[in-house]
């Protein structure tokens, strides 16, 4: 068994039910990466996964970026991996940020890390501001990979696993999951 599945499933973080994405989409399965994170020796081997593929592809960045929340944690664990510094983005009002003093210096090689990529909006906001600073992004990395895709807009993922977990629009939603109870996991706010 992968590896990183296995450490999902011992920490309860792969759960089934009726899940309304952040997204507005539906699915049967959702990924709390935060239930493996809360184990500091799970989350140190999924850090190896990844930058163990990331010095694999060649890939040699001066800093790692979390986007906030789910980002954080694992940036600052996969930051130790590669000998890097960590810093995360965060929300104000709404809109994705650089606080509390971090820098990104023009030419700086960086990674986006996340807990799961799925349609990739959180990592782009942070490609933006990356940019904006004159930086360049060279992956997007990730502990689950569940966007169906090795690269978003040209830039590769490097994920500790992939899964493949079906979404569904409201209306298209299989008559099995409207009878269960819709939950909405997730720290995003919902888009409608």
């Known amino acids: 068994m992968d590896k990183t599945l296995e450490l999902l499933k011992k920490s309860n973080a792969l759960l089934e039910g009726h899940f309304l994405l952040s997204s507005g989409k539906h699915s049967n399965k959702y990924v709390q990466c935060a239930k493996l994170i809360a184990h500091p020796d799970y989350c140190n081997e999924v850090s190896e996964i990844i930058g163990k593929k990331i010095k694999e592809a060649g890939i040699k960045p001066d800093l790692c970026l979390g986007p906030a929340m789910g980002g954080v944690i694992i940036s600052y664990e996969l ?114």
Not at 130 to 142: D, F, H, I, N, P
Not at 161 to 190: A, F, M, N
């Open 79 to 192: 930051a130790r991996v590669l000998g890097t510094p960590a810093i995360f983005t965060e929300r104000v009002d709404g809109e994705m940020a650089l606080r509390r003093g971090f820098e990104i210096k023009e030419g700086m090689k960086v990674i986006i890390v996340e807990d799961v990529i799925t349609t990739g909006k959180s990592s782009f906001e942070s490609v933006d501001i990356v940019k904006a600073y004159g930086g360049e992004v060279l992956a997007l990395t990730s502990i689950i990979n569940r966007s169906g895709k090795d690269e978003i807009n040209g830039l590769p993922i490097i994920s500790a696993s992939k899964l493949d977990i079906k979404t569904w629009d409201e209306e298209d939603l299989p008559e099995e999951i409207k009878k269960i109870p819709v939950e909405k996991p997730g720290s995003r706010k919902l888009i409608k």
